[in-house]
């Protein structure tokens, strides 16, 4: 017996595989038992296989009435569809057949072990003091349903519901569009809904012109969460690092923000959201002297104004907090300068405004990191010249001085 030798099984012929997916989802025991020995015998070109009640009871070791208990629960969780089927017996007669049992896919039962869940999730969170929540629903829903299909639209509301009766804010990423829902729920505060700052992660990334068209076109519709503020602009830092994970074919390895330094921080101004992030990572950060714009700013601002723009071309923005004003300035791929009247601002009241510029040699493709920080004292009736290298910006800080 010692001696016989152990003849190695063909792991497609005598195994079959069962999600490990299947562990996560909270099923009974007899559930797992169940959906296992359906994979056993489904044909594997249709995911589908015909048996009856008592043959898996016999062959599980349960009785009729707890396959049916627990067939129904697998049906229940989204793992299983059954279908009555008919036979014909010899004398003609129409009888009831097994059911037809068909495996579905495991991400379907994911998205609905996710909603079932969601509620505990969210009171969890909220007991622990927790208040706001980010979402994401990156690749695509179940059963190949689109994020703006009636199944996504569904879903986003029934969340954005559940989270109200919490008192749970929202920034949603991969969301429907913008429709006013904010007017009814409002602690649905930003999401995303366009392309934003990690399209430049895996792809040729955003144009320079794309930040001069959104606040044209899908800012219209409400706060965009586009998450700006990278300072490695030529990833320099990450992208010959081994953590480094190829995302998708797009991803040729040469991946890079196309702006500069100064417009990373006007954005912060321009792409309106109640909610900014800090997209770079933080040893990126550390005793830069750019990050006080961010350290400074407040994007829970109480008034908001457009200074000058045209679609695709250029853009300025001020935004009021408090008692702060923060401008924000950007251009395409084309330099400028963009004379800016600072009427604004409160009048009879001196401003220490810290200017964060472009570099005087900067340009978006080669040499995105020069910038300056300057400051000066400046009044309602004064008017800057914002000097914008290609692909460039300028970002502004306006604080009230006490004299």
Request: net charge neutral.
């Amino acid at each position: 017996m010692l001696n016989t030798p152990y003849v190695k099984k063909d792991t497609i012929k005598n195994f079959f595989p069962v999600p490990n997916a299947v562990f996560d989802l909270g099923l009974h025991h007899m559930e797992i038992n169940i959906y296992a020995y359906l994979l056993r015998i489904e044909d594997r070109r249709t995911y589908q296989c015909l048996v009856s009640y008592p043959t898996i009871a016999r062959k599980l070791g349960i009785s009729v009435n707890t396959v049916a208990k627990y067939v129904a629960a697998l049906e229940e969780h989204g793992l299983i569809r059954t279908e009555r089927t008919e036979i014909i017996t010899r004398d003609g007669l129409k009888r009831n057949g097994c059911l037809r049992y068909t495996i579905l896919p495991i991400k379907n039962a994911l998205a609905l072990c996710y909603e079932r869940q969601m509620e505990k999730a969210i009171k969890w969170y909220t007991d622990k003091g927790i208040h706001i929540l980010k979402t994401g629903y990156a690749g695509a829903f179940p059963d190949g349903h689109s994020h703006h299909g009636q199944y996504g639209v569904n879903h986003y509301q029934k969340v954005v519901e559940t989270a109200a009766r919490y008192r749970m804010t929202l920034d949603a990423h991969e969301p429907i569009k913008d429709t006013g829902i904010r007017r009814t729920w409002p602690n649905m505060m930003t999401r995303e809904g366009a392309r934003g700052m990690e399209w430049n992660a895996w792809s040729e990334g955003n144009p320079p012109s794309h930040h001069e068209m959104l606040p044209f076109t899908r800012l219209l519709g409400g706060p965009m969460d586009y998450t700006p503020g990278t300072f490695d602009i030529l990833f320099t830092q990450t992208k010959d690092s081994p953590k480094r994970q190829k995302w998708n074919d797009q991803d040729k390895g040469n991946s890079r923000v196309n702006t500069t330094l100064a417009k990373q921080l006007a954005n912060w101004v321009i792409l309106y959201s109640p909610l900014q992030m800090a997209s770079d990572m933080i040893e990126h950060y550390k005793g830069h002297p750019a990050f006080r714009f961010f350290r400074d700013f407040d994007p829970d601002c109480d008034e908001s104004r457009a200074l000058a723009g045209e679609p695709g071309e250029f853009v300025a923005v001020v935004r009021k907090a408090k008692q702060n004003y923060f401008l924000g300035a950007s251009t395409n791929e084309e330099p400028r300068v963009l004379p800016v009247s600072l009427d604004f601002l409160e009048k009879g009241k001196t401003y220490k405004a810290i200017i964060y510029a472009d570099g005087e040699k900067a340009d978006w493709k080669t040499n995105p990191t020069e910038y300056q920080i300057t400051e000066q004292e400046v009044t309602a009736d004064d008017t800057l010249n914002i000097r914008m290298a290609a692909g460039g910006g300028q970002a502004i800080s306006f604080m009230p001085l006490q004299k």
